[in-house]
């Protein structure tokens, strides 16, 4: 079991950054892909980025590309989402999730582990 706890979320002003980190507890040894997904009020749950632990690879969503990097620390079992030029539509939920394979996923349905959320509200 691996237990996720997301941090960072707050309120900013349109144009400003988050970071937002997701600390992975338990069994951490494992090789874990990892995904960030966001939930807006009344939509659905939509990938944001990953990162495959084989290869390091990273992917992001079109709507985040250029002003969202997710990243690892192994040694602290965390990874991040730093989030610039924020935008109202940017405003959400944000999950971080956990799945036991060696390459990630944009399907929120194919990973193995899900953090409880951290509100990101963007103010225009």
């Known amino acids: 079991q691996v237990q996720l706890v997301e941090s960072g979320g707050g309120l900013v002003q349109a144009g400003g950054s988050l970071r937002l980190s997701c600390a992975a507890s338990?069994?951490?040894?494992?090789?874990?892909?990892w995904g960030w997904f966001r939930q807006a009020p009344g939509k659905e749950r939509e990938f944001v980025t990953r990162?495959?632990?084989?290869?390091?690879?990273?992917y992001y969503a079109d709507s985040v590309k250029g002003r969202c990097t997710i990243s690892r620390d192994i040694a602290k079992s965390t990874v991040y989402l730093q989030m610039n030029s924020l935008k109202p539509e940017d405003t959400a939920v944000y999950y971080c999730?956990?799945?036991?394979?060696?390459?990630?996923?944009?399907?929120?349905?194919?990973?193995?582990?899900w953090g409880q959320g951290t509100q990101v509200t963007v103010s225009s």
């Open positions: 338990g069994r951490t040894y494992g090789s874990y892909s």
């Open positions: 999730a956990a799945r036991t394979a060696s390459y990630g996923s944009s399907w929120w349905d194919e990973y193995d582990y």
């Open positions: 990162q495959d632990w084989s290869s390091g690879r990273t």
